[in-house]
């Protein structure tokens, strides 16, 4: 889906990184690896209504708002 949706701007990247990924992964953990390899780039993290309501629950979420816009 993420492809999808960023398939007609080529401003736009879908990452796939997270599946190369051996073992269990946080999205703190994720975004940072993201963040280190593309220093100089915006990083979007999207996320369905769902989901963002139980952020405050998930491992690190202020790290997760500093590293990615939401």
């Known amino acids: ?15 796939a990184i997270d599946i190369a ?3 269990h992964s946080y999205t703190a953990d994720l975004l940072a ?6 220093s100089d780039a915006d990083i979007f993290f999207l996320m369905g209504s ?12 202020l790290e997760i708002v500093q590293l990615a816009r939401m």
């Not at 889906?1 to 990452?15: G, H, I, Q, Y």
């Not at 690896?33 to 593309?38: C, G, K, P, Q």
């Not at 769902?50 to 979420?61: G, I, M």
């Open 21 to 23: 990924y051996p073992g």
């Open 33 to 38: 690896r993201i963040r280190a390899e593309h």
């Open 50 to 61: 769902d989901s963002l309501r139980e952020l405050p629950t998930w491992n690190r979420p």
């Open 1 to 15: 889906m993420a492809e999808l949706a960023v398939t007609e701007n080529p401003r736009f990247r879908a990452s």
